[in-house]
């Protein structure tokens, strides 16, 4: 079973992921992933931080001549501020460290000092902080390299920034990626992307913050995946949680799942076809490639809010913990807009769902036995 943890605070010495159940033979090469840390770091909007941080990744076990063992791997990602916070963060004695304790709204702060009895909101906010997903990108990176070995893409772009949406468009994945890589608020949209700029320069004036919408898109997976005989095998469900659980984001949709909802039955489906190549087709994906549970062979489409940033440059009102009294929330450094990079975090977690399920369907102790079987499944079905 593919499985992975992170580890590691946003100001302390570094990030660490742990990942457990890759099959051994699979091709990893450092900077691969560091092209994805850097995709990560990118997009109008992002805060200060982004100009002191310039991630890298560090293998420190599991890989041997560039090839996976088969092992538990194991990646580093250095916090390049750690000596500014060293006084602050040290596992030791803490030196000049001032408590925080004004909670902020829309933040793990305050539920997250009730829960385990702090009296610091650092000792929540360092954890809980979207410096966290840098971990997760590393591990979403490792995992595409998976999916690429069966023909798989995955990519993340943004639809919407604040009021501002992008035109409804479905070209093929290296049209998208194209378009939306060179954008710098990672849309597609070329007008959109200037009106989005433009979103986020008024909220640097308004001393705001600006949420989203992202979408996730993967092409070429087999029909098999996930299954629907438990709830916690379905794909669906599996993405939605993964998705769900990266920072600030608050809502999860699969293809046409809010614009169906209003829609009767005969137009909410997609009709099957037999394919004159053999095997079975769609006109429309809808369902985003998802039935049952169950991978359809359609492209798989997933879409995503994200809430604008908790950290405001007019704070808003809160209670100081230790006094009891009204007061303004604290400001860390933070961004202004956080979406293009959400974007490609959602990506990330997403392919590494998609990755679990691969190994889940296909498995087998190396990549040469994952293919071997993933190719008699694809004969398999082109005789159905």
């Avoid at 035109?167 to 959109?192: F, T």
């Avoid at 908790?310 to 913990?321: A, H, K, M, N, Q």
Wanted: proline share 5%.
């Amino acid at each position: 079973m593919l499985r992975y943890l992170t580890a590691g605070e946003s100001h302390g010495r570094c990030l660490v992921a742990v990942i457990e159940g890759l099959p051994a033979g699979l091709k990893l090469d450092a900077s691969t992933i560091d092209a994805d840390l850097a995709r990560r770091q990118s997009g109008y909007g992002r805060g200060g931080r982004m100009a002191i941080e310039r991630d890298r990744v560090e293998f420190l076990s599991g890989v041997r001549g560039g090839e996976t063992l088969g092992s538990p791997l194991a990646m580093l990602i250095p916090n390049r501020d750690w000596p500014n916070w060293e006084r602050v963060m040290s596992p030791s004695a803490l030196q000049g460290a001032v408590p925080l304790t004004c909670p902020r709204p829309g933040h793990a702060d305050l539920p997250g000092v009730l829960k385990y009895g702090r009296s610091d909101i650092r000792d929540i906010l360092e954890r809980a902080s979207a410096r966290e997903t840098a971990a997760r990108m590393a591990v979403g990176s490792v995992a595409k390299v998976l999916l690429s070995c069966f023909g798989t893409e995955v990519l993340g772009h943004v639809l919407a920034i604040g009021p501002v949406r992008a035109r409804p468009a479905n070209p093929g994945l290296a049209a998208l990626r194209k378009a939306s890589e060179s954008s710098p608020v990672r849309c597609a949209d070329r007008a959109a992307s200037k009106r989005m700029v433009a979103a986020i320069r008024a909220a640097v004036r308004n001393r705001d913050t600006i949420g989203g919408v992202v979408e996730v898109r993967a092409e070429g997976l087999p029909v098999g995946l996930g299954s629907h005989v438990h709830w916690d095998r379905r794909l669906d469900g599996r993405i939605a949680g993964a998705v769900v659980s990266i920072q600030a984001f608050k809502g999860v949709e699969i293809g046409d799942a809010f614009a169906v909802a209003a829609s009767p039955g005969s137009r909410a489906h997609d009709e099957i076809f037999r394919a004159r190549s053999g095997g079975y087709t769609r006109r429309t994906n809808r369902a985003g490639g998802l039935e049952g549970g169950i991978t359809n062979g359609m492209p798989l489409v997933v879409r995503a809010a994200v809430k604008p940033v908790s950290t405001i440059g007019r704070p808003l009102s809160t209670v100081d913990i230790r006094t009891g009294r009204a007061a303004r929330a604290i400001k860390e450094r933070s961004d202004v807009c956080m979406v293009p990079a959400a974007a490609v975090v959602a990506e990330a977690v997403v392919a590494v769902e998609l990755a679990r399920a691969f190994q889940e369907k296909f498995g087998g102790d190396s990549v040469d036995e994952m293919k071997r079987n993933w190719r008699s499944w694809a004969g398999a079905l082109a005789r159905r």
